[in-house]
T-cell receptor
Framework: SQQGEEDPQALSIQEGENATMNCSYK?????LQWYRQNSGRGLVHLIL?????REKHSGRLRVTLDTSKKSSSLLITASRAADTASYFC?????????????FGTGTRLLVSP | EAQVTQNPRYLITVTGKKLTVTCSQN?????MSWYRQDPGLGLRQIYY???????DKGDVPEGYKVSRKEKRNFPLILESPSPNQTSLYFC???????????FGPGTRLTVT
């Protein structure tokens, strides 16, 4: 079953607006990662936030993590048409003694010029 | 250049004909994994490997096999492909799940 669930499933905005995506997860984590995928291509890592961090920035990206609510959000400020992509959160999960990474179902972002 | 390569990129095959999708990384990563991506279902992990000769099932392992005889290679084997394995497949590698994953370009498989 999916560990992470993104919300909304799809988001459509105009260039220059901010885009916010949310991720909820079920079990305790060591870290949470966000990835971007352009249509049909491999995923690209955006940012990693550890469980003892509450907020992290990278350029126009801002990620927050609330471990008490088991949720994270990704904010893209001043969006551009090139930000059009699907965005996924991923969390680490313990499985039979090994740690593995589990992805959510993603948010499709469309940024119109 | 640091990269993960997959071959083939596109494959159309028939039910029951064994096939292998290769995955290779040049970053000396220990952790490698295979995912399939289907519309509305996101990425689902098929198998992962923590190191040479160490593999474990992901969420959807049925119908797939893997091996990790060398650190750089992690092939995905479909012994008897079926139409429900038509999907977009990604290989990924990293130092471990706590680190950034590097993804291959994907293999689009169609089983008729």
């Amino acid at each position: 079953s999916q560990q992470g669930e993104e919300d909304p499933q799809a988001l459509s905005i105009q260039e220059g607006e901010n885009a916010t995506m949310n991720c909820s997860y079920k079990t305790s984590i060591n870290n949470l990662q966000w990835y971007r995928q352009n249509s049909g291509r491999g995923l690209v890592h955006l940012i990693l936030i550890r469980s003892n961090e509450r907020e992290k920035h990278s350029g126009r990206l801002r990620v927050t993590l609330d471990t008490s609510k088991k949720s994270s959000s990704l904010l893209i400020t001043a969006s551009r048409a090139a930000d059009t992509a699907s965005y996924f959160c991923a969390t680490d999960v313990m499985n039979t003694g090994f740690q593995k990474l589990v992805f959510g179902t993603g948010t499709r972002l469309l940024v119109s010029p | 250049e640091a990269q993960v390569t997959q071959n083939p990129r596109y494959l159309i095959t028939v039910t029951g004909k064994k096939l292998t999708v290769t995955c290779s990384q040049n970053m000396n990563h220990e952790y490698m994994s295979w995912y399939r991506q289907d519309p509305g279902l996101g990425l689902r992990q098929i198998y992962y490997s923590m190191n040479v000769e160490v593999t474990d099932k992901g969420d959807v392992p049925e119908g797939y096999k893997v091996s990790r005889k060398e650190k750089r290679n992690f092939p995905l084997i479909l012994e008897s492909p079926s139409p429900n394995q038509t999907s977009l497949y990604f290989c990924a590698s990293s130092w471990d799940p706590d680190y950034e994953q590097y993804f291959g370009p994907g293999t689009r498989l169609t089983v008729t």
